[in-house]
């Protein structure tokens, strides 16, 4: 599938395809009604085939994208920009899930000693 020009504004013409082929759910999800290549939303303008998830993410981010799109959600139809991850995405939110893990084992702790902290200076 072609890939657009990094940072490039979305054609109007696609982005009146894409308006008119995504249904809004009521928990956040920006599920795509068109076609599908396997697993893959795609989207065809004259001969040319786009996938619909890096075009949305590259239009949202507006840089260019590393690797594969996938949903963070795990909903094949899923589009919305939020639930959308590249290369670099998925490494950041998995480097986050660390650190998040890390703080809430240390949390006990910390929370232990401020308290002892308080405790002197009362
Ligand atoms: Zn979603």
Redesign the pocket.
């Known amino acids: 599938m072609d890939r657009p020009e990094p940072g490039s504004p979305l054609p109007a013409t696609l982005r009146d395809l894409l308006a008119n082929r995504t249904t809004a759910t009521d928990d956040?999800?920006?599920i795509w009604t068109g076609p599908m290549d396997r697993t893959c939303p795609y989207i065809k303008a004259g001969r040319t085939r786009y996938a619909v998830r890096r075009l949305v993410l590259q239009e949202h981010w507006g840089r260019g994208l590393f690797g594969d799109v996938t949903?963070?959600?795990r909903?094949e139809r899923?589009i919305?920009p939020d639930?959308l991850l590249d290369e670099v995405g998925r490494h950041n939110h998995d480097a986050l899930d660390v650190m998040l893990a890390a703080l809430d084992q240390a949390m006990p702790a910390l929370l232990a000693r401020e308290a002892a902290h308080r405790a002197v200076a009362a």
Do not use: P, Q
């Open positions: 956040g999800h920006l949903t963070s959600c909903i899923c919305a639930h």
